[in-house]
């Protein structure tokens, strides 16, 4: 069976800095684009960042240059270094297993159950 776990999240300041992960089983994980999502409460999942099977990435331009993804295939993990943090950043963050290897990402695959990231002084 398939599972995305995440972890990392939590309460930053303003300015500060977390890195989440996403350690996944029951995937082969080299073949899978890995992406990660945030929500808040009442509003649509939107893409924050995305990786490829091949490497490469997709960012959302409101995190361009602050946020990092990448992944170790070696321990079906995928990180998000974030950096730089703003309130707006306040969401709960989930990650996406898509089996097309595509860094855009489609509505094909799988969820973690997410991890709270709070962005406040």
């Known amino acids: 069976q398939v599972q995305l776990v995440e972890s990392g999240g939590g309460l930053v300041q303003p300015g500060g800095s977390l890195r989440l992960s996403c350690t996944a089983s029951?995937?082969?994980?080299?073949?899978?684009?890995m992406g990660w999502y945030r929500q808040v409460s009442g509003t649509q999942r939107e893409l924050v960042a995305a990786?490829?099977?091949?490497?490469?990435?997709n960012y959302a331009d409101s995190v361009k240059g602050r946020f990092t993804i990448s992944r170790d295939n070696a321990k079906n993990t995928m990180y998000l270094q974030m950096n730089s943090l703003k309130p707006e950043d306040t969401a709960a963050y989930y990650c996406?297993?898509?089996?097309?290897?595509?860094?855009?990402?489609?509505?094909?695959?799988?969820w973690g159950q997410g991890t709270q990231v709070t962005v406040s002084s």
């Open positions: 996406k297993a898509d089996p097309t290897g595509r860094a855009t990402m489609t509505s094909l695959g799988y």
């Open positions: 029951g995937i082969i994980f080299r073949i899978y684009a």
């Open positions: 990786i490829a099977s091949g490497g490469a990435t």
